[in-house]
């Protein structure tokens, strides 16, 4: 089959990218030259562990190409999948749908026999319709498709996630858009993943409600973190109590600094918006949505009060930047509110992340980074561990607590135990570990 892929973010290009790997022809086409050029170089605009080796061995054997040529990705084409941006509109949370669209003109006007048109996007309920509607417009040939297909890919391990999906769902009004998208993801439905079909509009409301259920887990188990601090119960080992329940399931029960990324904060706002315009209350996910700001943004008050409540002329090391391992994106992450409060409270701090530094420098006040996790001890009161990638996970602590000059380890990922921190000689703090004192 051949396939077209508009958008080559990290949506687009992972996506691409697994198709081609099953089998598929696949071009990639985007507006972005620079882009384009360093995928044809090989370089990956995007940190997701073993793209770059996917990417590299579907364009040798000829499955996988790059274009800024919207024309020359359509030829022969059975299906076009939109995976553009859909950001945030400036102020008002609506999904921004200027990209979605403007690439469905581009393509109504070069297309010279139908195909079935599907959004990978991150798209409001009813977005197909209107696409429908701007193919008929512009005078795309009779007999277009329009179908919805979410992903639910998680940063850092997308590939994963794309051969081994729990579902793949596809919103779709004709069979022979079902057909299409049924041919597209044989390889995966003949490994079990199930192939859902359900309305357009269903589907496209469905990703909404994943991202906002996920989000919801976290704020919860967030509250009963702080509820545990102060009844001196243990998070860990209540969220494994609950999540041994089927009914409940132990994931997305990690307590800790609050949701970020790409998706869970745009999305809930998003369908907030959407709620809002069919005139119907959220309760629940607008008061996720609050839960999860202020918790972000009582971080470095927590920072604060395990140094004994004043942050003036106190050096903070901070352990990783990104919003969670394995990735460099910074979109909302923790970090970003953090570092505001640290250095709004007289801090100096510096930081170390894997691979996050580029993506941090723009977005992060006057702070210095360390070449190595360790460096960030040398001379620092505190320790923050802001995102729990693997190397973070066995420091050797007792040579951290000989570096600082005091001896505060605020652990916002659970990664170590209170005991072994404090053998080392540090004074720690967990989130929703008992009393913060006791
Ligand atoms: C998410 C969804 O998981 C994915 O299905 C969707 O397509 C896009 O959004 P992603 O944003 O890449 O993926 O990351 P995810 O692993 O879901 O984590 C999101 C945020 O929640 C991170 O900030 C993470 O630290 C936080 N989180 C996650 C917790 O705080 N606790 C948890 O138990 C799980």
Redesign the pocket.
Same mark, same amino acid.
């Not at 979410?150 to 997308?158: H, Q, S, T, V, Y």
């Not at 994931?251 to 869970?264: E, I, N, R, V």
């Given at each position: 089959m051949r396939i077209a892929m508009i958008g080559t973010g990290y949506?687009g290009l992972v996506s691409g990218t697994c198709f081609a790997d099953f089998g598929h022809h696949v071009t990639c086409v985007d507006k972005d030259v620079t882009k384009i050029d360093a995928l044809l170089a090989g370089r990956m605009p995007i940190w997701e562990p073993g793209l770059e080796s996917l990417v590299k061995s579907n364009v040798e054997r000829g499955r996988l190409a790059f274009t800024t040529d919207l024309t020359e990705a359509l030829k022969g084409a059975q299906a076009v999948f939109i995976a553009v941006g859909t950001p945030s509109q400036r102020g008002d949370g609506h999904a921004d749908l200027t990209y979605v669209y403007a690439a469905v003109k581009e393509l109504a006007g070069l297309l010279d026999q139908p195909l079935v048109v599907v959004t990978k996007s991150?798209v409001p309920v009813g977005t197909g319709d209107r696409i429908a509607e701007i193919l008929a417009e512009e005078g795309a040939p009779k007999g277009c498709s329009v179908a919805s297909n979410?992903?639910?890919?998680?940063?850092?391990?997308?590939i994963a996630?794309f051969k081994h999906p729990d579902r793949i769902l596809v919103g779709a009004e004709d069979d022979g858009a079902r057909a299409v998208l049924a041919e597209i993801y044989r390889p995966l439905f003949l490994n079990k993943a199930p192939l859902l079909f359900t309305s357009r509009r269903t589907a496209e409301l469905t990703?909404y409600a994943?991202?906002a259920f996920?989000?919801m887990? %976290?704020s919860f %188990?967030?509250e009963m973190a702080d509820l545990c601090e102060a009844v001196d119960a243990d998070v860990q080992e209540l969220a494994r109590g609950i999540g041994l329940d089927n009914r409940i399931g132990g994931?997305?029960?990690?307590?800790?600094?609050?949701?970020?990324?790409?998706?869970?904060p745009k999305?809930t706002l998003a369908l907030l918006k959407t709620a809002d315009d069919a005139g119907v209350e959220q309760r629940i996910v607008s008061t996720v949505v609050a839960v999860n700001d202020d918790r972000k943004a009582a971080m470095a008050e927590r920072v604060r009060a395990a140094l004994g409540g004043n942050l003036e002329g106190k050096r903070i090391g901070l352990l990783g930047l990104t919003?969670?391992p394995n990735?460099d994106?910074m979109r909302?992450?923790?970090s970003i509110p953090l570092v505001e409060g640290l250095l709004t409270g007289g801090a100096s701090v510096v930081a170390f992340d894997p691979v996050g530094r580029v993506q941090a420098e723009s977005l992060l006040g006057e702070i210095d980074y360390a070449a190595r996790a360790e460096d960030v001890a040398d001379g620092a009161d505190a320790l923050v561990i802001v995102?729990?990638w693997d190397e973070f996970r066995a420091l050797d602590l007792a040579d951290l607590a000989r570096r600082m000059r005091g001896n505060v380890l605020v652990d916002l990922?659970n990664i170590y135990d209170r005991s072994d921190a404090e053998r080392a000689g540090l004074a720690y703090r967990g989130i929703g570990r008992g009393r913060p004192n006791a």
């Open positions: 949506v991150t979410p992903e639910f890919l998680r940063e850092g391990a997308a996630d990703k994943a991202n996920l989000a887990k %976290i %188990i967030n994931k997305f029960l990690h307590a800790g600094p609050g949701y970020g990324g790409s998706c869970f999305d919003f969670k990735t994106d909302d992450a923790p995102t729990e990922r």
